[in-house]
T-cell receptor
Framework: NAGVTQTPKFQVLKTGQSMTLQCAQD?????MSWYRQDPGMGLRLIHY???????DQGEVPNGYNVSRSTTEDFPLRLLSAAPSQTSVYFC??????????FGEGSRLTVL | GQQLNQSPQSMFIQEGEDVSMNCTSS?????WLWYKQDPGEGPVLLIA?????ELTSNGRLTAQFGITRKDSFLNISASIPSDVGIYFC???????????FGTGTRLQVTL
């Protein structure tokens, strides 16, 4: 049972580059979300989705795009990476907005 | 945005000691969750609480949903070295579907 799978686990980008963090879950969860984790800041919600075709902004959405074409996948796109986006990114899913199951994280460094 | 204060920020304890940490919110929550994050991993759910006054245990861990609905507590009894990590509270208010996370309590256990 894979749960929530994130790729890549590590990534280094130059300022201005674009990339996509992939997230897939095999639990048929309707709700999926992306968080970033920075020292002393806890987990902050970037974007979330309550089902295929539906996405909404979280607490810190600027600089990120998402789409939800299938129940299983919820990619996070950085269109023009900035050093301020250096962080650890977590994808999480649940049946509702309650008990979230997290992936192992993607560690991004923007130079 | 939603305010959720978690304390203490860090704890250094000796093996065998009991641990207490808490979270308080600026508004009423209808769900409280407690997660643990090991280094380099994603958060893992420890305990979920859904009713005011609810007291739930998971092995040596016990969590309570405060009567005021604005706070929650996590206790760890007889700590062991593998308890080391960051503990996060998370809550969902009646007025929103998204979870808000505390900033975490970093626990260190010395032998």
């Amino acid at each position: 049972n894979a749960g929530v799978t994130q790729t890549p686990k590590f990534q280094v980008l130059k300022t201005g580059q674009s990339m996509t963090l992939q997230c897939a879950q095999d639990m048929n969860h309707e709700y999926m979300s992306w968080y970033r984790q920075d020292p002393g800041m806890g987990l902050r919600l970037i974007h979330y989705s309550v089902g295929a075709g539906i996405t909404d902004q979280g607490e810190v959405p600027n600089g990120y795009n998402v789409s939800r074409s299938t129940t299983e996948d919820f990619p996070l796109r950085l269109l023009s990476a900035a050093p301020s986006q250096t962080s650890v990114y977590f994808c999480a899913s649940s049946y509702g907005a309650g008990e979230l199951f997290f992936g192992e994280g993607s560690r991004l460094t923007v130079l | 945005g939603q305010q959720l204060n978690q304390s203490p920020q860090s704890m250094f304890i000796q093996e065998g000691e009991d641990v207490s940490m808490n979270c308080t919110s600026s508004s009423i929550f209808n769900t409280w969750l407690w997660y643990k994050q090991d280094p380099g991993e994603g958060p893992v759910l420890l305990i979920a609480l859904y009713k005011a006054g609810e007291l739930t245990s998971n092995g040596r861990l016990t969590a309570q949903f405060g009567i005021t609905r604005k706070d929650s507590f996590l206790n760890i009894s007889a700590s062991i070295p593998s308890d080391v990590g960051i503990y996060f509270c998370a809550g969902r208010p009646y007025t929103a579907s998204k979870l808000t996370f505390g900033t975490g309590t970093r626990l260190q256990v010395t032998l």
